[in-house]
């Protein structure tokens, strides 16, 4: 058993007992055994002696940590690595600290922040894939072990404050339910504050936020005004004020996550006209690309004998080559994605002028990584209004379309994305995107790191190769903190990621990176980093080609790459077929690594993966009753009436004068359902992710009393039995609705399709009335309480299931295409 010890600056031994007495720990055993009493005990307490534990502080010096990280933003995005999105906030840390420009991260949302907060490997953190994909595998299940507990953990174990704002994608989505556990939440996780949503991605305007584990609603009454890029803020200022003047002496841990700039992109219309303003992108991408190029060099943060990769002509078009009505949608696309960049920067900038304000920021550590992975291309060549869209397999819709919200492009109307065209821009000097492990567009960030206490190289730039796994080891490192052997009784995994602070001396401004081997994997495309050398495989599936077969066999079945990045830094010139037994070393190396990291079984499918089985509250559940109205259930923990038969069944009773309301909902604006009464009317509606709503409605009004409405759907597909032989026929058929009233049809109509994957994810199932907004605006406006009485609501569904014959089938298809690989 560990034993605490005294830090040499702390106090000694002598002053232990009294009220003020503190201690470091060794850290080795978390929580710390309590202390024998060092007291006197007699029969009275005149006689007697207090004494009181003392309490655990981190090592005198130990510096706050002010840990940033943005989302979806390639190398490119920033003014601090040259691009042309002002970023004063980034560019303050780089000029008073060091900039990084090989900061690795996974290509994926939920995978790189796991690495961040537990120093290991995505796959070893159980976050192979992002938490809404997760499958029934160790490196893939959305969990995060006992035994590799988070930097928030230790920290808080040893005496700092600790908090996590903005977006957390590590709670499992089969356990984001108030019904719990709440382990893999923030809270449950060493941070004591959580201010922010969890999923993927929010609505900024109007977010599924939390504090700690209570979901809030402060944009009520607010609407358009309030944006929780402030918001945040605001929050992190006032937690961090409240810590300082509560005890100065106490240092504080932030994990400072703004949903920036994955999509919706929602900025503010100040920031949008202030963009708009500056004309950054009228001369389109490829001009765009070579601006951002030359500023890189002419900044020194990529090398003068650089190569810029070359535009991808097979899948997305120069700009030369659009229509003048294309260029004008992307061109709005790209500037209100230029403000979210912006002015999430400027509110970063905020939170970093408190840390001065409280006289603090010469010992905080800032670490300010820019992007959890390169920019998002999942808006697809044309880009859209509705990321949900995506998820459902609509990745190409036309301009015309996408039209109609051109004016209120990025306001509350929309769930935005823009074209990929930009994405690639913004990525510069490198190729592809987000999600593409085996290309440094989707994996090569950059990183600002400034500590006035302790760094001394203002401005300087640092090329060793890290990646986030390598965040925790420093900030335990700089703190004097060691990783601990034991939490809780659970022995502890060893930490996977190697210390950058080294680096941080300019004397070690050009000696070779302490990490030196790191594999990647993400959704089949794998890479291998070893000493300079970097092994890929060729990108065989643009991030918005999600719906089809995947590779059968992604570890054998791919073209292999080969790459020097030292002296090729921007991974332009394949030199496999001069170094076949390198080729042959590294892919050696690379099965090794995955044997070790969780990465097995390796699975190139992507929507696939959306609707797999999970442990959550309703898996091998038919029938669902609810009696008393209720809210926020996630999507992740409710019923799912997609590629199913179902029917929904309300008992109410009317009142005198009528009534109307939502009976049951979930979903939004961007895709979804809802039960209500409109009018008395009974009315139901799928909203196909905000293109065409298919509705369902009685004649005439309720009459006071007791009524039975009813919806019963009989769904045409095979259902998602199909996926797990590589085929998608069975998902987004049609089907045949209706609707009744006390056992009489009012209305029957055929979906000729239905969403094939998901529901507006950030909105909740909710009975009884409906949060944040409506599945249809043209009906009513959010909560719309029913004001009926609801006695009972009952959902029974059935699932399709495969016949031996439909079994053989899919199994011979699957033969005949791997067959054909």
């Known amino acids: 058993m560990a034993t605490p010890v005294l830090a040499a600056e702390q106090q000694s031994y002598t002053d232990f007992g009294a009220p003020d007495a503190t201690m470091s720990i060794d850290g080795l055993?978390?929580?710390?055994?309590?202390?024998p009493f060092g007291g006197v005990i007699k029969d009275d307490a005149l006689q007697s002696t207090p004494w009181w534990s003392p309490r655990v502080m981190p090592p005198k010096g130990a510096p706050n940590v002010l840990l940033i990280i943005t989302?979806?933003?390639?190398?490119?995005?920033?003014?601090?690595?040259?691009?042309?999105?002002?970023?004063?906030?980034?560019?303050?840390?780089?000029?008073?600290?060091?900039?990084?420009?090989?900061?690795?991260?996974?290509?994926?949302?939920?995978?790189?922040?796991?690495?961040?907060?537990?120093?290991?490997?995505?796959?070893?953190?159980?976050?192979?894939?992002?938490?809404?994909?997760?499958?029934?595998?160790?490196?893939?299940?959305?969990?995060?072990?006992?035994?590799?507990?988070?930097?928030?953990?230790?920290?808080?174990?040893?005496?700092?404050?600790?908090?996590?704002?903005?977006?957390?994608?590590?709670?499992?989505a089969f356990e984001a339910s108030q019904s719990g556990p709440f382990d893999q939440w923030p809270t449950g996780m060493g941070f004591e504050?959580?201010?922010?949503?969890?999923?993927?991605?929010?609505?900024?305007?109007?977010?599924?936020?939390?504090?700690?584990?209570?979901?809030?609603?402060?944009f009520k009454g607010k609407e358009g005004e309030w944006n929780l890029v402030t918001a945040m803020a605001d929050d992190a200022i006032d937690w961090m004020t409240r810590m300082h003047q509560t005890d100065p002496s106490k240092p504080f841990f932030i994990k400072y996550a703004p949903g920036a700039t994955h999509a919706p992109h929602h900025p503010t219309k100040e920031w949008v006209d202030k963009i708009h303003d500056m004309h950054l992108f009228d001369d389109g991408w490829n001009t765009l690309r070579e601006t951002i190029f030359a500023n890189q060099k002419r900044l020194g943060v990529i090398p003068e004998d650089a190569q810029l990769s070359a535009w991808p002509d097979k899948v997305l078009k120069?700009?030369?080559?659009?229509?003048?009505?294309?260029?004008?949608?992307?061109?709005?696309?790209?500037?209100?994605?230029?403000?979210?960049?912006?002015?999430?920067?400027?509110?970063?900038?905020?939170?970093?002028?408190?840390?001065?304000?409280?006289?603090?920021?010469?010992?905080?550590?800032?670490?300010?990584?820019?992007?959890?992975?390169?920019?998002s291309a999942e808006g697809g060549p044309l880009g859209t209004p509705n990321e949900v869209a995506f998820f459902n397999g609509i990745n190409m819709m036309p301009v015309e379309t996408q039209m109609k919200w051109y004016d209120v492009w990025g306001t509350e109307e929309t769930y935005n994305h823009m074209s990929a065209g930009w994405s690639w821009a913004f990525d510069t000097p490198f190729s592809w995107f987000k999600q593409n492990a085996s290309k440094l567009g989707g994996i090569n960030q950059n990183m600002a790191v400034s500590w006035p206490a302790r760094i001394k190289d203002k401005g300087g730039i640092r090329h060793q190769f890290t990646h986030v796994i390598d965040v925790m080891p420093t900030i335990l490192e700089v703190a004097g903190i060691p990783a601990p052997a034991v939490v809780d009784g659970i022995p502890q995994k060893p930490v996977e990621g190697t210390s950058f602070a080294y680096t941080f001396d300019e004397a070690n401004a050009d000696v070779p990176s302490r990490h030196q081997t790191q594999y990647f994997e993400m959704m089949g495309q794998w890479a291998l980093y070893n000493d300079g050398w970097?092994?890929?495989?060729?990108?065989?599936?643009?991030?918005?080609?999600?719906?089809?077969?995947?590779?059968?066999?992604?570890?054998?079945?791919?073209?292999?790459?080969?790459?020097?990045?030292d002296s090729d830094f921007s991974q332009t010139a394949n030199v496999a077929d001069q170094h076949p037994d390198k080729v042959k070393e590294l892919k050696a190396m690379f099965i090794a690594e995955a044997q070790k990291y969780q990465v097995f079984p390796m699975d190139a499918s992507v929507a696939a993966r959306i609707v797999a089985p999970r442990p959550n509250i309703t898996a091998g559940r038919t029938e669902f009753v609810y009696t008393r109205p209720m809210i926020g259930l996630p999507q992740g923990d409710s019923p799912l009436l997609l590629n199913t038969s179902y029917t929904v069944t309300a008992e109410i009773e009317v009142p005198e004068g009528g009534a109307e309301g939502m009976i049951l909902t979930s979903g939004g604006r961007f895709a979804g359902y809802g039960f209500y009464l409109l009018k008395g009317k009974p009315v139901f509606l799928w909203n196909?992710?905000?293109?065409?709503?298919?509705?369902?409605?009685?004649?005439?009004?309720?009459?006071?009393?007791?009524?039975?409405?009813?919806?019963?759907?009989?769904?045409?597909?095979?259902?998602?039995?199909?996926?797990?032989?590589?085929?998608?026929?069975?998902?987004?058929?049609?089907?045949?609705?209706?609707?009744?009233?006390?056992?009489?049809?009012?209305?029957?109509?055929?979906?000729?399709?239905?969403?094939?994957?998901?529901?507006?994810?950030?909105?909740?199932?909710?009975?009884?009335?409906?949060?944040?907004?409506?599945?249809?605006?043209?009906?009513?406006?959010?909560?719309?309480?029913?004001?009926?009485?609801?006695?009972?609501?009952?959902?029974?569904?059935d699932r399709p299931v495969l016949t031996e014959d439909d079994r053989k089938k899919l199994e011979a298809a699957m033969k005949r295409a791997s067959d054909a690989n």
């Open 29 to 35: 055993q978390l929580p710390p055994p309590d202390l």
């Open 193 to 218: 504050y959580f201010y922010g949503f969890v999923g993927g991605d929010a609505n900024q305007w109007q977010p599924n936020l939390f504090r700690n584990t209570t979901q809030i609603y402060p």
């Open 318 to 375: 120069k700009w030369d080559d659009l229509t003048a009505e294309e260029k004008k949608l992307f061109i709005r696309q790209v500037e209100v994605f230029a403000a979210y960049a912006a002015y999430s920067d400027h509110e970063i900038g905020r939170v970093i002028q408190a840390v001065e304000d409280l006289g603090v920021l010469d010992n905080t550590l800032i670490i300010y990584i820019n992007g959890d992975n390169g920019t």
């Open 688 to 797: 196909l992710v905000d293109l065409e709503r298919i509705k369902w409605e009685g004649q005439e009004a309720l009459t006071p009393g007791k009524h039975t409405v009813e919806f019963d759907f009989q769904y045409d597909g095979l259902g998602t039995g199909t996926l797990a032989y590589n085929d998608f026929s069975g998902v987004g058929r049609s089907g045949t609705g209706t609707l009744k009233v006390d056992g009489k049809a009012v209305d029957t109509k055929k979906m000729e399709k239905t969403l094939p994957m998901i529901l507006q994810w950030d909105e909740s199932f909710d009975v009884g009335s409906d949060t944040l907004t409506g599945v249809n605006d043209a009906d009513y406006t959010p909560p719309f309480a029913l004001t009926a009485k609801l006695d009972k609501l009952t959902i029974k569904m």
């Open 534 to 565: 970097f092994l890929s495989t060729e990108v065989n599936r643009a991030p918005w080609e999600a719906f089809g077969p995947a590779n059968p066999d992604p570890l054998n079945n791919q073209v292999l790459e080969l790459y020097n990045l």
């Open 71 to 172: 989302d979806d933003a390639g190398f490119a995005v920033p003014s601090t690595f040259g691009g042309v999105i002002p970023t004063p906030a980034l560019d303050r840390i780089a000029n008073e600290g060091l900039r990084y420009t090989r900061m690795f991260s996974t290509a994926l949302c939920s995978p790189t922040r796991a690495a961040l907060i537990t120093g290991r490997n995505h796959h070893s953190a159980g976050f192979g894939v992002i938490s809404e994909q997760s499958t029934g595998f160790s490196g893939y299940n959305s969990i995060i072990d006992k035994d590799k507990a988070t930097i928030g953990r230790i920290l808080l174990d040893n005496g700092y404050n600790t908090s996590w704002f903005g977006k957390d994608h590590n709670t499992p």
